[in-house]
């Protein structure tokens, strides 16, 4: 063989002994990374549910829409109740009957404190599913139920 073949085979066997060295060093370093960033989460749910503890009373969350600022009557849940008393779809539902169409992240700042983003997702295409709600320009607006289109009816005929 070559002196020129046997230089590449001696640098390539070092090259692939580096590249080696330097997959262990980053599975290390990144079995540090996750560690930390779990780390970093666990502390930031003992601050968030600490926080809450001393925030007392729920002040009504706010939401702006249009240039115009909205206020949400939505329950807060404790951390103290053991049972939350509301279904997060009826939530959901109740928020888009409270405005006039709202997009899902304007709907998603209403209701993050009782609602993870991917389920309410899933909520808003149940219910598109339904057809209980319509999309129109990007933003979720409920569709009247019956009852509501009635009582309309009965009140303009009278």
């Known amino acids: 063989m070559s002196a020129y ?3 590449l085979k001696s640098d390539l066997s070092e090259a692939q002994k580096r590249f080696q060295e330097y997959q262990l060093e980053m599975q290390r370093v990144q079995q540090l990374f ?11 749910r ?4 600490q926080t809450l503890k001393e ?3 729920h002040k009504p969350e706010t939401i702006q829409v249009g240039g115009v600022v909205q206020v949400a009557a939505v329950p807060h849940l404790n951390d103290s109740d053991p049972v939350p ?5 009826e939530l959901i539902r109740e928020t888009l009957r409270q405005h006039s169409g709202m997009t899902p992240g304007e709907l998603y700042n209403v209701v993050k404190s009782h609602v993870a983003r991917p389920y309410m997702y899933s909520v808003l295409k149940r219910l598109r599913d339904k057809e209980e709600v319509v999309v ?12 509501t289109e009635e009582v ?4 303009s005929v009278q």
């Open 152 to 155: 309309r009816i009965a009140s």
């Open 34 to 44: 996750q560690a930390a960033h779990a780390d970093l989460q666990a502390l930031q």
């Open 46 to 49: 003992i601050v968030d549910k």
């Open 136 to 147: 129109r320009r990007k933003k979720y607006h409920i569709k009247p139920t019956p009852k």
């Open 55 to 57: 925030q007392g009373p």
């Open 5 to 7: 073949l046997d230089s």
């Open 85 to 89: 008393d509301i279904q997060k779809t």
